[in-house]
């Protein structure tokens, strides 16, 4: 089944650090742009950052640069989403997601999403 | 940045009526514009790239239009299980998404 499959809930303290995965299966994970999304409670989905898991190529959202390190483990076909410091704002649920694209010229689009991981930030 | 603004941002409807959602780019994007559908709880389902390429399985009351910095999604005849929020999202440039628009019952 092709699927991504991102781990699970995560309860931190503001100043913490924390690494959340995504692991794709079912497909070849090497060869597809992996996405990362942000939801805050109530509101409405952010895109954060994309890797290329053959070469780790990455690109960030000005929102996000600096905030987060989007990095990715071809040999176990999983990216990553990082912390440093969490702050309470970072509360949210994360999307992961493949983008893809079956008409070429540019139509990119994200295909396959994982179920989300929730971080919760408080003291 | 290319802005996406998406209006209404909620929409009360009955089953059965028909429903349009407008999307407009801050810029001119060509059709790299795409629809998703996203339900409680759950992670975004794509509906509609190109701004008017139905995915498969996908039913044909959904429909999408437009390019350059206008675009529509319709459903022709609301269905129970169409209540959700709805997201644009343009790829010309990075892929920001739309604020959304919450599509409630009336």
Redesign the interface.
């Known amino acids: 089944e092709v699927q991504l499959v991102q781990s699970g809930a995560e309860v931190k303290k503001p100043g913490e650090s924390l690494k959340i995965s995504c692991k794709g299966s079912g497909y070849s994970f090497t060869n597809y742009w992996i996405?990362w999304?942000r939801q805050m409670p109530g509101k409405?989905?952010?895109?954060m950052g994309?890797i290329y898991p053959g070469d780790s190529d990455t690109?960030y959202?000005?929102s996000f640069q600096g905030q987060v390190t989007i990095s990715a483990d071809k040999s176990i076909s999983t990216a990553y989403l990082q912390w440093s410091s969490l702050k309470a704002s970072d509360t949210a649920m994360y999307?992961c997601?493949r983008r893809y694209s079956d008409?070429g010229a540019?139509?990119?689009?994200?295909?396959l999403?994982?179920?989300?991981t929730l971080v919760t930030v408080s003291s | 940045d290319i802005q996406m603004t998406q209006s209404p941002s909620s929409l009360s409807a009955s089953v059965g009526d028909r429903v349009t959602i407008t999307c407009r780019a801050s810029q001119s994007i060509s059709t790299y514009l795409n629809w998703y559908q996203q339900k409680p709880a759950k992670a975004p389902n794509l509906l509609i790239s190109a701004a008017s390429t139905l995915q498969s399985g996908v039913p044909s009351r959904f429909s999408g239009s437009g390019s350059g910095t206008d675009f529509t999604l319709t459903i022709s005849s609301l269905q129970p299980e169409d209540f959700a929020t709805y997201y644009c999202q343009q790829t010309y440039s990075t892929y920001t998404f739309g604020q959304g628009t919450k599509l409630e019952i009336k």
Do not use: H, K, N
Request: aromatic share 30%; net charge neutral.
């Open positions: 996405a999304v409405g989905l952010e895109w994309i690109r959202s000005p999307y997601a008409s540019g139509y990119w689009y994200f295909d999403w994982g179920r989300g």
